[in-house]
């Protein structure tokens, strides 16, 4: 079994360190090029998880007594999710970092839950709608009655008693990040460098606590509630707080003009630890939701391995530069909501048409090869017609408001 793909933030922690009145203007945000092809990377990985768990999850080892093949690397796909979460909280950080830090003015919590909003609900809307029409149209797919709809109309997947199954079944990370948005303005100004450590502490404390009671409630349920519940925003509070220290860690350090000698080493090291849970992940994958302990602490520990990487990239460290600032990682950057959006509506109608005499291999192969361009298409359409537009539209009426 895989482990899917967040309470209230942390009580404010007493801090009396004040921020700095000098530094660098706040009000032009960082550019990082290799984070945007890093988050390019996360849909990616998704992308090819599901299709090779749809079909049969193959044996994808070069030659027959390999110790190990391409699937330990797709196993583990369902892992972009945690690199989603995690950079996003780094980058949304940023303005509240230089707010704290450099004496920038203080971001404006009504255009940031804009931008949010205009993030995730016009491009989720719009499918919403396109596949309740094919459904209606057609009969592929599933309708929803009145009190579904509403529910999806508020993300309101996997909450309360009656919990809703979200249509798409990748839309259930959507209300944990929305969450998220929600309570960062909260936890932002304990961003500060004495804090730091106590946040840190209050976060761990909050998922760990939070997973330990959620599997204790739902042990005896089936693993898709048991799933549900315990993958909320208390149980993955963790992820995005560590994603928000690093953020927060790389503002400050520019401001002192500090970055370490050999950033590629961050970079590595944090690959390393990435392996390493990964590899502890595979190997018991099957008591993964039967309260192993990795259920309380694999979000966290992912994501403090995953900090040095983001450093590194944010620094121009040469291996993420190689990897993720270039032209076609930005690119999947730039629509990898798109894509993971899309992906699953259009990989599920395509799979049944594969040839049955197929090798589980080759309809890896022959599922990826068409449902990978179409996902770009449709990706692309949605980024230039829908999220783009209505981005910048939404904070130029925000700036007129002012």
């Given at each position: ?136 149209v057609s009969g592929h797919g599933r309708t929803l009655g009145g009190g579904e709809l509403i529910a999806h109309l508020f993300l ?171 032209r076609p990682m930005r690119y999947l950057g730039k629509t990898s909501f798109g894509i993971y959006l899309w992906h699953m509506p ?57």
């Amino acid at each position: 079994m895989r482990p899917g793909p967040g309470a209230r933030p942390a009580a404010a922690i007493p801090c009396s360190e004040k921020p700095p009145h000098s530094g660098p203007p706040g009000a032009a945000a960082y550019t990082i090029p290799a984070l945007d092809g890093l988050r390019g990377f996360a849909a990616l990985w998704v992308l090819l998880f599901h299709v090779w768990m749809m079909t049969g999850l193959p044996s994808m080892r070069p030659f027959d007594g390999a110790p190990f093949g391409l699937e330990a690397f797709l196993t583990m796909g369902w892992a972009g999710v945690d690199l989603f979460f995690c950079l996003s909280a780094f980058l949304l950080v940023l303005p509240f970092a230089r707010w704290r830090y450099a004496g920038a003015t203080r971001p404006d919590t009504g255009r940031y839950l804009m931008r949010r909003v205009l993030r995730i609900y016009p491009a989720y809307l719009v499918q919403l709608a396109i596949l309740l029409l094919i459904a209606a149209v057609s009969g592929h797919g599933r309708t929803l009655g009145g009190g579904e709809l509403i529910a999806h109309l508020f993300l309101w997947f996997n909450l309360g008693q009656d919990w809703v199954a979200p249509l798409v079944g990748v839309w259930f990370t959507l209300p944990i990040e929305f969450s998220f948005y929600l309570v960062l303005p909260l936890i932002a100004p304990l961003i500060d460098r004495r804090c730091w450590p106590w946040l840190l502490l209050a976060s761990i404390a909050v998922a760990v606590g939070y997973r330990i009671w959620a599997y204790a409630i739902t042990a005896a349920d089936p693993l898709a509630i048991r799933i549900a519940e315990i993958e909320r925003l208390p149980g993955r509070i963790d992820q995005f707080v560590i994603g928000m220290l690093a953020g927060a860690a790389f503002v400050a350090a520019s401001i002192q003009g500090w970055r370490p000698r050999r950033p590629a080493l961050w970079f590595w090291v944090g690959v390393a630890g990435m392996v390493v849970l990964s590899a502890a992940m595979i190997r018991i994958a099957d008591r993964y939701w039967s309260g192993h302990p990795l259920l309380y602490v694999w979000h966290g520990l992912f994501s403090l391995c995953l900090a040095p990487v983001l450093l590194a990239c944010a620094w121009g460290a040469r291996p993420g530069s190689g990897l993720f600032d270039n032209r076609p990682m930005r690119y999947l950057g730039k629509t990898s909501f798109g894509i993971y959006l899309w992906h699953m509506p259009i990989l599920i109608p395509i799979l049944p048409h594969l040839p049955a005499s197929m090798s589980p291999a080759g309809r890896f192969w022959a599922l990826l090869a068409l449902v990978l361009p179409a996902t770009l298409l449709v990706a692309h359409l949605s980024y230039v017609w829908i999220e783009r537009p209505l981005q910048r539209g939404g904070g130029q009426v925000r700036a007129r408001t002012r």
